[in-house]
């Protein structure tokens, strides 16, 4: 499975910006997709998640403000990101698993190369 994401940028805070990840190669059995986000020195973060049925989790530091979905026969996930915040400031990383919990990172078998958002205050 490979995982290439795009639409990260430098945006003014209160700004929006919509990140993507096309999925390809043998994503039949991929049930969990998610989005995760690393500050240089600090611990990998979910920032939210998606299954195959649509049930979607998404973190506290984040919720009312990004969305996540799937769209195009499952293979495209997008981020949704509004009111963004300078601390929201991060590499983003699209990864999908087969097994588990979709907000546990043991489920998460692939991943992107990453897109940067800068969040400008």
């Known amino acids: 499975v490979q995982l290439v994401e795009s639409g990260g940028g430098l945006v003014q805070a209160g700004g929006s910006l919509r990140l993507s990840c096309i999925a390809s190669g043998s994503i039949s059995s991929i049930n969990a997709m998610g989005w995760y986000r690393q500050v240089l020195g600090k611990e990998r973060e979910l920032v939210a998640a998606i299954d195959s049925s649509d049930r979607t989790w998404h973190g506290a530091s984040i919720k009312g403000r990004f969305t996540i979905s799937r769209a195009n026969a499952k293979n495209t996930m997008y981020l949704q990101m509004n009111s963004l915040k300078p601390e929201d400031t991060a590499m983003y990383y699209c990864?999908?698993?087969?097994?588990?919990?979709?907000?546990?990172?043991?489920?998460?078998?692939?991943w992107g190369q990453g897109t940067q958002v800068t969040v400008s205050s």
């Open positions: 990864a999908a698993g087969r097994l588990g919990p979709i907000q546990v990172v043991s489920t998460y078998d692939y």
